[in-house]
């Protein structure tokens, strides 16, 4: 039987995988995790702040040593058979490079300084800047929010490179183009970083960047010029044309390729976006929802362009012809937190237990929290006058981005435990997840199921039982723990042209799925009256911390509240 081995490499928020895969029998032969050690001793970050940075040197060295214990896990002969390599990220993730690509925080009188870095997609300091695009986006004769929703967020391309470019004279002087994380690592291991010439992601660039076909590419000089003369010209260092990730950024590079001890003509795909490319290693097909569910969400739907082409569906983060599968519309939406509020309350818990007993006793404490928790909360009854969260912890993220959003938790009285507590905010995710459905259902987009994948849905029963609950839907589990990566390695498989197309890559290499999540009625019903609550909650909320120009939000009426 033919051997060819392919490598998908997804960089995620804390860490990077590697999985190596036969491309004929989607055999998982070998994978490996790495954390990003600068990252996680929380250097060039500041929660105060939402600054969120992550180093270069943290994603190269990762991802060296994911790949290759990747490798020295899978069979001796694959090292010797890889044909490809595909790598999605997180995003939107931009850096600032110099005329070689390089980025900002490789220079040696950088080194240090977070502007140079990777603005990581989570990193909300351009709240202001986001907030100015759309104002301008609003007057402006050619609509060029109208593809992302209508609502240009704090955690994409150009608001992080507006305020980056007026917060430090440094980048200033010394930024040549900007570049996202998908792009600059599949260029970085062909060995040439050009910022002129690398193949731009279709996915990054249509859903961060503005870009589109109707505008000839990204918003006009004109239009960037007005935002702010910092940006004049920039548009002529960045890019015209994007790629579809089912094709090759180009062949490995030989000191990547030593490195990794692969084939010297190893092809490196087009980058992607993490939610993305895991959509695809999750088969998503046409009006199934994909979550991805881990730190935060992204959930992602394909159509065929023709059924859906024509709608311009509010408040999601973008729809991008090809962002997912070639050929189909890609929409995607998603949370700014989930699994990121219950690593919250944990860090609530289990803090003054690090005070006063010390390290060893709060890192006992905080590997076995979470699961005690679920445990002692799917013990609770779902009754009407339960306690209502609202998700916002990081903000929002759809419908309707507004990063400047707080969460909350309603109701409180003397008996509200921890594991009410929690329950409650599990039930806050699952509604924020609700309300994804509801828009897009009510701009015209029908969804008939849904497909989890990331941590979170592997890790808890608890939340994916409550999540086919509050959603009335069953919930479909992918089977493998690194879908993402599965997906980057069909990328690489069509990419190094083992397989032509993407769907036959998915049918030769998917994993299937291992669990499904039935809808419980009897919760089911109670969870559609506190939906409404958590409504109403959320309205109050967004009122309490509007701005004085803004227009207050209705409250939703909801007589059980
Ligand atoms: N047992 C659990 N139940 C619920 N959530 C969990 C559990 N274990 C971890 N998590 C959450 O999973 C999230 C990490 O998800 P993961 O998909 O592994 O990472 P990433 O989002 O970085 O790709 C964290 O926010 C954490 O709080
Ligand atoms: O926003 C996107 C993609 O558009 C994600 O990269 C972002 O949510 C990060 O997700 P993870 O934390 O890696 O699950």
Same mark, same amino acid.
């Given at each position: ?99 070689? $690509?390089?980025?900002?925080?490789? @220079? ?20 202001? =800047? ?23 967020? #704090?955690?994409? *391309?150009? /608001?992080?490179? @507006? ?41 990054? /660039? ?66 992607? *976006? ?13 009006? #199934? ?49 989930? $699994? ?20 060893? %006793? ?17 013990? @609770? ?56 459905? =509801?828009? *897009? ?10 497909? /989890? ?14 999540? %086919? ?13 690194? /879908? ?19 769907? =036959? ?57």
């Amino acid at each position: 039987m033919k051997q060819d081995y392919v490598i998908g490499i997804d960089f995620g928020t804390d860490s990077v995988r590697a999985l190596v895969v036969n491309a004929h029998t989607g055999e998982q032969a070998g994978t490996a995790v790495q954390e990003y050690e600068r990252w996680k001793q929380g250097k060039y970050c500041d929660a105060s702040q939402s600054q969120f940075r992550q180093h270069p040197l943290d994603y190269l060295e990762s991802m060296e040593r994911a790949v290759i214990q990747a490798l020295d896990n899978a069979p001796f002969e694959a090292r010797n058979l890889v044909r490809g390599i595909s790598v999605d990220t997180t995003g939107s993730t931009p850096v600032a490079v110099d005329k070689n $690509g390089t980025p900002l925080a490789l @220079l040696p009188e950088m080194a240090e300084n977070p502007n140079g870095m990777f603005i990581l997609w989570k990193d909300h300091t351009a709240n202001a =800047e986001a907030e100015e695009i759309n104002r301008l986006a609003d007057s402006w004769p050619e609509n060029y929010i109208r593809f992302v929703g209508g609502i240009y967020s #704090s955690e994409w *391309f150009w /608001a992080k490179i @507006l305020r980056t470019l007026r917060a430090d004279p440094e980048v200033r002087e010394k930024a040549f183009s900007w570049v996202e994380h998908c792009d600059w690592v599949s260029a970085e291991l062909t060995g040439d970083t050009d910022p002129l010439k690398l193949k731009r992601s279709r996915c990054a /660039a249509g859903h961060k960047a503005l870009w589109h076909q109707d505008f000839d590419g990204l918003p006009s000089n004109d239009f960037l010029k007005k935002l702010d003369p910092l940006l004049d010209g920039l548009r002529d260092r960045l890019f015209d044309t994007t790629e579809t990730s089912d094709k090759p950024m180009g062949t490995i590079s030989d000191k990547w390729a030593q490195k990794f001890g692969i084939p010297a003509d190893t092809v490196i795909g087009v980058g992607a *976006f993490d939610a993305h490319m895991g959509a695809v290693g999750a088969l998503i097909e046409p009006y #199934s929802l994909c979550k991805v569910i881990g730190t935060s969400t992204c959930d992602m739907l394909i159509a065929p362009n023709e059924e859906v082409g024509h709608l311009l569906i509010k408040g999601i983060c973008g729809q991008v012809d090809g962002s997912i599968i070639p050929g189909m519309l890609g929409m995607e939406a998603g949370q700014s937190a989930f $699994g990121d509020i219950y690593a919250w309350f944990g860090k609530l818990v289990v803090e003054p237990v690090r005070t006063l007993l010390g390290e060893e %006793a709060a890192k006992e404490i905080a590997a076995k929290l979470i699961p005690h928790l679920a445990e002692q909360a799917g013990k @609770l009854p779902v009754k009407e006058t339960d306690l209502i969260a609202v998700d916002w912890l990081n903000g929002r993220r759809t419908p309707d981005a507004k990063h400047t959003l707080k969460g909350g938790i309603l109701g409180l009285n003397l008996a509200s435990d921890s594991p009410k507590i929690f329950k409650a905010l599990v039930e806050s995710t699952a509604f924020g997840s609700k309300s994804i459905v =509801e828009r *897009f259902r009510n701009e015209g987009v029908p969804i008939n199921d849904v497909i /989890a994948i990331g941590g979170v849905a592997k890790k808890s029963a608890f939340v994916m039982q409550t999540l %086919a609950d509050v959603l009335n839907m069953p919930i479909k589990v992918a089977a493998s723990e690194q /879908a993402c990566a599965l997906g980057a390695a069909m990328f690489a498989a069509v990419a190094s042209g083992i397989y032509a197309t993407l769907p =036959e890559a998915q049918q030769a290499m998917n994993s299937g799925f291992d669990a499904v999540y039935q809808p419980r009625q009897k919760e089911a019903q109670v969870y559609e009256q506190l939906y409404q609550k958590y409504l109403v909650s959320g309205a109050f909320l967004e009122n309490e911390f509007l701005k004085k120009s803004e227009p207050a939000v209705i409250i939703p009426v909801a007589d059980t509240y």
